[in-house]
């Protein structure tokens, strides 16, 4: 699944992201709004980690999704 396909569909991917990533708030996840740095920018704000490590850990749930996501 590219990123565009979970932009396009956030509002049904939105709690998977939230089940991801538990630490962030839902109103995180409403303001990311399937944005894909400003998604890295909370994991990073909430988890503590460094900028690369948030882009990663986004691209290894990007590389994950599946269409049952959708489901």
């Not at 939105?14 to 944005?35: E, H, Y």
């Not at 850990?57 to 994950?64: I, P």
Request: net charge negative; no cysteine.
């Amino acid at each position: 699944m590219t990123w565009e396909t979970i932009q396009r569909h956030w509002p049904h991917l939105a709690g998977q992201a939230k089940f991801r990533w538990g630490m962030l708030s839902g109103a995180d996840i409403r303001n990311v709004a399937g944005d894909r740095g400003e998604l890295s920018a909370r994991i990073q704000e909430r988890y503590g980690v460094s900028s690369e490590e948030a882009h990663a850990q986004v691209q290894n749930w990007e590389d994950s999704a599946h269409s049952s996501w959708l489901y």
